[in-house]
């Protein structure tokens, strides 16, 4: 067991799939769920399912979101050290498609006013690995923490690893700034939008390729074709699960969090790799994150 901080946004996900064509003036029969989200608690919380100790830290507001975050946390045996700002916690609504994909408006509230005082106390206490979620590096508000976190554990001489999380984000940030951001980590996870539009490539292979120069580790996740790696001088590929898709939120971190939890016990990456498509595949069957 190895003890894991995760550095990640504090959300509320409002997930939302229509029943019926929308009624633009009118009621709208559909399901909707609301639950803890967060693409860097949803990583946590499949690291902590692999066995490792993790700590989660990130800002919330006082109030009822915020609650409903640190329940789910800590009843996946997940420490929540967040720190309390005076802003609503982050909100996001995920509209569903008939395809399981989703479209999400997010409020990042709390987030952005997460202090660099807060995260290095809690980076006081010894770590293996840090895990810094995109969203940080994303947001130019907490991009200097994310920045010195990762710092911090290269002095360490600690394992850590970014994965890039949003491309529309991505692309108003540029490539070139969120790599220099990223740039000691020593793992890099993404999806194949996010790898292409990354390195300015229109082929896959071409992106792991380019990337597997500046980071030890990468893993790109392909949704329906599965996933991709690169350890140093190894290349592994899997397909994914032919499975129903009700919806797609939350897969992807499952998979990035699996396959990171199975490499922090030592697992090979193709082994790895195939938990994190039997984890990918079961989020797919429901509706949100978990």
């Known amino acids: 067991m190895r003890r894991v901080v995760v550095l990640g946004d504090v959300m509320l996900d409002v997930i939302v799939r229509r029943l019926a064509p929308l009624a633009p003036t009118s009621d709208t029969p559909s399901s909707i769920r609301v639950a803890r989200g967060g693409s860097g608690a949803s990583l946590a919380l499949a690291v902590a399912t692999a066995g490792h100790e993790v700590i989660y830290v990130g800002a919330a507001g006082n109030d009822g979101a915020a609650t409903i975050v640190r329940d789910a946390l800590r009843s996946a045996n997940v420490t929540a050290q967040l720190e309390t700002v005076d802003a609503p916690t982050g909100t996001v609504v995920s509209l569903v498609g008939d395809d399981g994909q989703r479209a999400m408006l997010t409020d990042r509230g709390a ?5 660099e005082s ?3 106390g809690r ?4 770590f293996d ?3 810094a979620s995109g969203y940080v590096l994303l947001d130019p508000a907490t991009r200097p923490i994310g920045v010195a976190a990762l710092a911090l554990a290269k002095e360490r001489r600690r394992s850590a690893s970014v994965d890039v999380c949003s491309v529309s984000s991505l692309r108003h940030m540029t490539p070139e700034v969120f790599l220099a951001a990223a740039s000691d980590a020593s793992q890099l996870f993404a999806n194949e939008e996010e790898a292409l539009v990354l390195t300015g490539t229109s ?3 071409d992106a792991l390729e380019f990337l597997a120069v500046r980071f030890h580790e990468v893993v790109i996740t392909r949704g329906a074709h599965g996933a991709i790696a690169a350890v140093g001088e190894t290349r592994t590929r899997v397909r994914a699960h032919d499975v129903a898709v009700l919806d797609t939120t939350g897969a992807g971190d499952a998979a990035t969090g699996t396959y990171l939890g199975a490499r922090l ?3 090979l990456p193709e082994r790895a790799l195939e938990e994190a498509m039997n984890a990918s595949a079961h989020v797919v069957e429901g509706l949100g994150a978990d």
Request: a negative charge; zero cysteines.
């Open 123 to 126: 980076l006081a206490v010894p």
């Open 111 to 115: 987030n952005s006013l997460l202090s």
């Open 203 to 205: 082929d896959v292979d």
């Open 118 to 120: 807060f995260v290095f």
């Open 129 to 131: 690995h840090l895990h």
């Open 265 to 267: 016990r030592e697992e």
